[in-house]
Structures are given as C-alpha cells and as structure tokens.
C-alpha cells in the first residue's frame, strides 16, 4: 500500500484540491476510520497519526503528562525502556515535581512480581 501511495498517488492529505491531494485525503481518512473501529474510538477524530513511537511519546509526555501531573504525583516505567521513553518522563517529573520510579528486571530481562509489588 505504501509503495502504490507514493508511486500513485503521493498528494498531501488535507492540504489541497488537487488530485493527488484529495486521492491521499481519502486514502488517509480511510486508514484513520480503520483504526478508529480497530481501537474502538468514538470518533476517527480521536486518532492521532505521527511520524513514530518518539514523536508520539513525546505528545502524551508534553501534552498530557505535563497539564495533568502534579507534585508528588508517581509514574513508573521499566528501566529497560528505551532512552527515547524515559527522557519525557524524567523531563515531566523534574517539571511537575512527580516522582518517577523505576522497574528492575531478572537476568532474563523479565519484570519479576516482587518489583511489582514495590509500586504503592
């Protein structure tokens, strides 16, 4: 499908009134609609499509994360996380005041129950 969309019909979706544009409007708002009934949101609207996991990571860590934590408040992520994850976290704690605690794993790189036991 990617392949075909840029060999057919490489236009910037919801950004112009030429052909190439309205085909890849339709072709995007069919995908959004896929996704939307996989999920099972409300609204296609409520669908978010970005670049990658980072770009993605980032908006909830900047865009939720910092409007909704509050001093004291705890987040924990795994200590294996990639650098990419853990940075907005740390950034939001240090911002925010929360407390951001972290999952250690076995040497088979599994989280055991007695680090999740830890989290109050």
């Known amino acids: 499908a990617l392949t075909n969309y840029i060999n057919t019909s490489h236009g910037s979706p919801h950004r112009g009134a030429h052909k190439l544009s309205i085909k890849a409007t339709d072709a995007y708002d069919k995908a959004r609609e896929k996704v939307r009934a996989f999920i099972g949101a409300k609204s296609a609207s409520e669908c978010v499509f970005t670049r990658n996991s980072t770009e993605s990571l980032n908006l909830?860590?900047?865009?939720?994360?910092?409007?909704?934590?509050?001093?004291?408040?705890?987040?924990?992520?795994?200590?294996?996380?990639?650098?990419?994850?853990?940075?907005?976290?740390?950034?939001?704690?240090?911002?925010?005041?929360?407390?951001?605690?972290?999952?250690?794993?076995?040497?088979h790189g599994d989280i055991p129950e007695s680090e999740l036991e830890k989290i109050d």
Not at 65 to 91: C, N
């Open 60 to 107: 909830i860590a900047y865009g939720y994360l910092m409007k909704h934590m509050e001093a004291g408040d705890k987040m924990v992520t795994a200590i294996t996380a990639h650098h990419s994850a853990i940075l907005p976290l740390q950034m939001v704690a240090e911002k925010k005041g929360a407390i951001l605690e972290y999952l250690y794993c076995d040497e």
